[in-house]
């Protein structure tokens, strides 16, 4: 019922910014959380960001000061806005709506890599 399309991904320097929007389609409710997980070859799936309709937000400890995660929840979207890039950045980043603590509904993917 929910698709999820990712875009912004791409290759960027060490020390640069890149821009991740994800767009849902199919109904969001309030009680979804919204947020960006990534995964390297050879490594399990980790959290980046996720937050809430309410504003709420949580960000794993390598990237905090450095991405920042917003929702709109007129649009269904949610973007990460990173800064700062560094290649142990580089992964599939993938937008993820958590329904209710019951399923996850996951995007496609998109690449990011950070040359040093």
């Known amino acids: 019922q929910v698709q999820l399309v990712e875009s912004g991904g791409g290759l960027v320097q060490a020390g640069g910014s890149l821009r991740l929007s994800c767009a849902a389609s199919?109904?969001?409710?309030?009680?979804?959380?919204m947020g960006w997980y990534r995964q390297a070859p050879g490594k399990q799936r980790e959290l980046v960001a996720t937050?809430?309709?309410?504003?709420?937000?949580n960000y794993a400890d390598s990237v905090k000061g450095r991405f920042t995660i917003s929702r709109d929840n007129a649009k269904n979207t949610v973007d990460l806005q990173m800064n700062s890039l560094k290649p142990e950045d580089t992964a599939v980043y993938y937008c993820?709506?958590?329904?209710?603590?019951?399923?996850?509904?996951w995007g496609q993917g998109t690449q990011v890599t950070v040359s040093s």
């Open positions: 199919g109904r969001i409710f309030s009680y979804d959380a």
């Open positions: 993820n709506v958590d329904r209710g603590g019951l399923f996850n509904y």
């Open positions: 937050t809430t309709s309410g504003g709420s937000t």
